[in-house]
């Protein structure tokens, strides 16, 4: 776990995009720089973002519970902070989880649990179990094999 919670880095690149359902999007070279819509939000926020760009193999198996897939078409937990990975490493970020403990609690749990070695489908089945009732649907995620 220590490895996830390093410190990121301090280069940036602007590439900013706000969209319709107000999500702030910002491409940076690569999961270990972080974007500036982080600068100044509490240091748990800035640190789930950094877990999850450690954790995108993990997290784009993991729903989402907070009304993300109908509101703003995300497929899993990763969509609330990373829009996509492209192939030469660079991240298009999203800042929808700045504004959502749901999204937060959900990648802090699924990235602690694999970090006590918990298979993709154990964390799975333990998301969907803890957050089926009384919360919103969940994204449309595919089970991990």
């Known amino acids: 776990m220590a490895l996830i919670l390093s410190a990121c880095g301090t ?3 602007e590439s900013h995009q706000s969209h319709s359902h107000g999500d702030l999007q910002e491409k ?8 500036t819509f982080l ?8 640190l789930v973002y950094q ?3 450690q954790a995108a193999d993990l997290l784009q198996w993991i ?5 993300c897939g109908e509101s703003a078409g995300h497929k899993s937990n ?3 902070f990373i829009k996509e990975v492209n192939q030469d490493g660079s991240i298009v970020w999203d800042d929808h989880g700045t504004r959502c403990g749901v999204c937060l609690e959900i990648a802090a749990t699924a990235a602690k649990m694999k970090s006590e070695g918990k298979s993709d489908k154990e964390i ?6 803890t957050y ?6 969940p994204t449309d995620t595919p089970m991990p094999a």
């Open 11 to 13: 280069h940036k690149e």
């Open 28 to 35: 940076t070279a690569s999961a270990d720089i972080m974007p």
């Open 132 to 137: 089926k009732e009384g919360y919103a649907d």
């Open 39 to 46: 600068d100044g939000q509490m240091e748990r926020i800035r």
């Open 63 to 67: 729903p989402c519970y907070c009304g």
């Open 51 to 53: 877990i999850a760009g």
């Open 78 to 80: 990763l969509n609330c």
């Open 124 to 129: 799975r089945n333990f998301i969907d179990d």
